[in-house]
Nanobody
Framework: QLQLVVAGGGLVQPGGSLRPSCLAS????????VAWFRQAPGKEREGIAW????????KYADFTKGRFTIYRDNAKNTAYLRVDSLQPEDAGIYYC??????????????????WGRGTQVSVSS
């Protein structure tokens, strides 16, 4: 059974960094587009970035402004998201998602079949 286990959230001070991870089991992540999303309280879930299976193709949402880096280690069946210079507005639940690598990649929530349960990111001094 496919499972995405997300970890690595936490409480950080403004300006700090986090690196959530997304460990896949039950699938070979080599064949999957992976993406990260986040959802702040009272807001809709929004896409952060997607990454192709080979890591040759990547797309970031406009708001990321160079502070977010998505990457993956297929040998470990794991995807990561590094977030630098965290600000209070970055707080929320961070999710990873995966879908079979076919069709045009997208950051639309409805395009992804598989989701991790999310990890809480809090930013406060």
């Amino acid at each position: 059974q496919l499972q995405l286990v997300v970890a690595g959230g936490g409480l950080v001070q403004p300006g700090g960094s986090l690196r959530p991870s997304c460990l896949a089991s039950g699938i070979n992540l080599d064949n999957y587009l992976v993406a990260w999303f986040r959802q702040a309280p009272g807001k809709e879930r929004e896409g952060i970035a997607w990454l192709s299976p080979s890591s040759n193709d990547v797309k970031y949402a406009d708001f990321t402004k160079g502070r977010f880096t998505i990457y993956r280690d297929n040998a470990k069946n794991t995807a990561y998201l590094r977030v630098d210079s965290l600000q209070p507005e970055d707080a929320g639940i961070y999710y990873c998602a995966a879908r079979w690598w076919s069709g045009p990649p997208t950051l639309e929530v409805g395009a992804f079949d598989e989701w991790g349960r999310g990890t809480q990111v809090s930013v406060s001094s």
